[in-house]
C-alpha cells in the first residue's frame, strides 16, 4: 500500500517570501509519479506541478519548483515569492497504476497555507 | 476548453435520504473518477471509470454508494441511503487518454451536507 505523508497542517508566509511545503512518500513501486495540486476556499483542486520518478532534473513550473530526492523518498513544494492568492490547501498525491495505462491518486492530507501582506 | 463540470454545488438532506450528484468531463476524457474528501483530509477516490466500464471501485461502499456512465461521457453518484458520515465534498476529475499525461483534472466538487 502507498502512503503520503505531509507533515505540517499549517504554514506562515510573508507575501514575497518563498517557502517549502514538505511531502514524504513510500511506496515499492520503481515507476510512479508524485502531484501537488492547490485546493482554495472555492473547492476546486487545481494541478501545479507533477514529478516522475524517472525524470533526473526537479520539475519547475513558473514560481512552483518540486525538489525531488529519491533517495529519501521526499518530494517538497517549493513556491518562490509568496502572493497573496496563494493562501490555500497544498496536497500531494502519488500515483498508484490501476493496470495498463490506468492510474489513481493518493493524496496527503494537506498543508494550509497562509500568506501575511 | 471547459472545465469539469459538476451540479449541484451544494446539498443539505436528511439521514436516510437519497442524493445524486452529476458530472461532465472534459469534452475527450475517457478516464473519470469521483473521490470523496471529508473535512480535513485529502481525497480518496471511490470509483474510477474508463469509458463506460469500472476501472476500480474497490473503495466504494457498494451498499449505499453506486455510479454509472452510460455513454462513456457524464457520470451521475448516488447515495441510497445517506448517513451523517457521508457528509463530505464530492469531486469528480477526469483524464484524457490521447497521448500520455498524469495529470487529472478536477471540477468544483458537491459539498453534501447530512443533518
Known amino acids: 500500500a502507498q502512503k503520503i505523508t505531509q507533515t505540517q497542517p499549517g504554514m506562515f508566509v510573508q507575501e514575497k517570501e518563498a517557502v517549502t511545503l514538505d511531502c514524504t512518500y513510500d511506496t515499492s513501486d520503481q515507476s510512479y509519479g508524485l502531484f501537488w495540486y492547490k485546493q482554495p476556499s472555492s473547492g476546486e483542486m487545481i494541478f501545479l506541478i507533477y514529478?516522475?520518478?524517472?525524470?533526473?532534473q526537479n520539475a519547475t513550473e513558473g514560481r512552483y519548483s518540486l525538489n525531488f530526492q529519491k533517495a529519501r523518498k521526499s518530494a517538497n513544494l517549493v513556491i518562490s515569492a509568496s502572493q497573496l492568492g496563494d493562501s490555500a490547501m497544498y496536497f500531494c498525491?502519488?500515483?498508484?497504476?490501476?493496470?495498463?495505462?490506468?492510474?489513481?491518486?493518493?493524496f496527503g492530507k494537506g498543508t494550509l497555507l497562509t500568506v501575511n501582506p | 476548453e471547459a472545465g469539469v463540470a459538476q451540479s449541484p454545488r451544494y446539498k443539505i438532506i436528511e439521514k436516510r435520504q437519497s442524493v445524486a450528484f452529476w458530472c461532465n468531463p472534459i469534452s475527450g476524457h475517457a478516464t473519470l473518477y469521483w473521490y470523496q474528501q471529508i473535512l480535513g483530509q485529502g481525497p480518496k477516490l471511490l470509483i474510477q471509470?474508463?469509458?463506460?466500464?469500472?476501472?476500480?471501485d474497490s473503495q466504494l461502499p457498494k451498499d449505499r454508494f453506486s455510479a454509472e456512465r452510460l455513454k462513456g461521457v457524464d457520470s451521475t453518484l448516488k447515495i441510497q441511503p445517506a448517513k451523517l458520515e457521508d457528509s463530505a465534498v464530492y469531486l469528480c476529475?477526469?483524464?484524457?487518454?490521447?497521448?500520455?499525461?498524469?495529470?487529472?483534472?478536477f471540477g468544483p466538487g458537491t459539498r453534501l451536507t447530512v443533518l
Open positions: 476529475a477526469s483524464r484524457p487518454t490521447s497521448g500520455y499525461t498524469d495529470t487529472q483534472y
Open positions: 498525491a502519488m500515483r498508484e497504476n490501476s493496470g495498463g495505462s490506468n492510474y489513481k491518486l493518493t
Open positions: 514529478q516522475g520518478s524517472y525524470d533526473e
Open positions: 471509470f474508463q469509458n463506460n466500464g469500472v476501472v476500480d
